[in-house]
């Protein structure tokens, strides 16, 4: 199954199964900013216990692995769990929605987007850029983070609400690639 047949299986999925969802991860930096290719799909998730059979039982194997263990663990955790395309290796990392204050906003603020014939709930921009931002900083300056990031920026930029970036760059502790997203962006 292709990445973006797996996508559309995975948002049908969670609709039916009313879990609550929003893409964000370069598949959202991609819709939102300059595509690139990855093969992972990230998805928070407001998921409950009560969901994991029937999550595990819509992605069977031998073509998915989805272990139930890890999903209850990651809700139990506030963590992340996976599905696995074993035929082509793609992989959705479900990441469960946390009490922290900025997964909650974002969360919040997500939006409805046309994409491969789909209704996608995706982060807004402006949380796409501080979350790619977030995990440059985490991963030690990921460069790759952070031009999604750029680009994002880049082709958003007359949309975006600069003082929630502003004001969510201190809480989050991000100020300097903030600034240097700033002073690098090309902007038409």
Known sequence: MSQ?????????????LEIEYMITGSIASSLQ????S????????SIRTSHVDRLVDAFPPPDFHLDPAAAMDAITHESMFNLIDVRD???????????E???????????????????????KPE?????????ASQSGGSEKQFIDALRVF??????????????WAVELEIEDLWKRLQ???EIL
């Open 101 to 123: 204050p900025f997964d909650r906003m974002r969360f919040s603020r997500k939006y409805v987007e046309e994409a491969l014939g789909e209704r996608l709930s995706v982060s």
């Open 154 to 167: 880049e082709v958003q930029y007359g949309d975006l609400d600069v003082d929630y970036m502003n004001r």
């Open 127 to 135: 949380d796409t850029i501080l979350m790619k931002l977030r995990w």
């Open 38 to 45: 990855t093969h992972d799909i990230d998805v928070i998730v």
């Open 89 to 99: 290796g793609d992989k959705v990392d479900f990441w469960v929605l946390t009490d």
């Open 4 to 16: 973006p047949e797996l996508l559309k299986r995975v948002v049908r999925t969670l609709d039916e």
């Open 33 to 36: 900013g300059e595509p690139r």
């Open 183 to 185: 002073d690098e962006a």
